[in-house]
């Protein structure tokens, strides 16, 4: 990939950026921007949501945010970007981390809002599924729900643990699955005669 000639990525120009279309409230709308590509910038998402920047683990919470905010997905890749540059960082799983959730109603009437490690709240639907890939060798769930415009947060192995006691047992594809309710959506995790 080529980088514009002229701009050098930097953090601090995308956090000053960043700020300014983030004082007019609401999520900036990336999608609907596109600046010319600016290279890479030493910016790691860890599975665990830590964010570093050099190597360093990104402390202050507030910038995290802010860099969230500016996230976007395009073509398998994550990038930063502003109404005037894009720059390339690396994310080890998902971007985000959904590190809580509430449930409220019963059955097909549950709706369940998940919390984010960047402190998005998104309530699991239609709109914001869950997915569950189990790895090929250990057979090992990693559940997901969307945020929003292809980026998801990983659910902490806590709350898969609680969702799973509020699980239930349902048709679906023509199969019996274990898996979950929320704003009218079943959502399934594992084949129930898995579980027998």
Request: proline residues 7%; contains cysteine; hydrophobic residues 40%.
């Amino acid at each position: 990939m080529r980088t514009q000639d002229n701009v050098t990525p930097d953090a601090e120009s995308l956090a000053k950026a960043a700020k300014a279309v983030a004082k007019k409230g609401g999520l900036p709308p990336v999608h609907l921007w596109n600046p010319p590509y600016c290279g890479e910038l030493d910016i790691r998402i860890a599975r665990d949501g830590t964010w570093f920047y050099l190597g360093t683990p990104i402390g202050r919470k507030p910038l995290v945010r802010l860099f969230s905010t500016i996230l976007k997905l395009e073509d398998g890749r994550y990038y930063l970007v502003t109404p005037v540059e894009k720059v390339g960082i690396r994310v080890d799983d998902a971007p985000f981390v959904a590190v809580d959730f509430t449930a409220e109603g019963a059955g097909r009437d549950q709706r369940l809002t998940f919390e984010t490690n960047v402190g998005d709240f998104v309530t699991a639907g239609l709109e914001h599924p869950i997915r569950v890939v189990r790895d090929a060798g250990t057979g090992e769930p990693s559940p997901y729900v969307m945020v929003r415009a292809g980026l998801e947060a990983l659910i902490d192995r806590k709350s898969f643990y609680r969702l799973v006691e509020i699980g239930a047992h349902e048709e679906h594809a023509g199969a019996r699955w274990f898996g979950l309710w929320s704003a009218g959506q079943f959502f399934p995790v594992i084949p129930s005669a898995e579980l027998e």
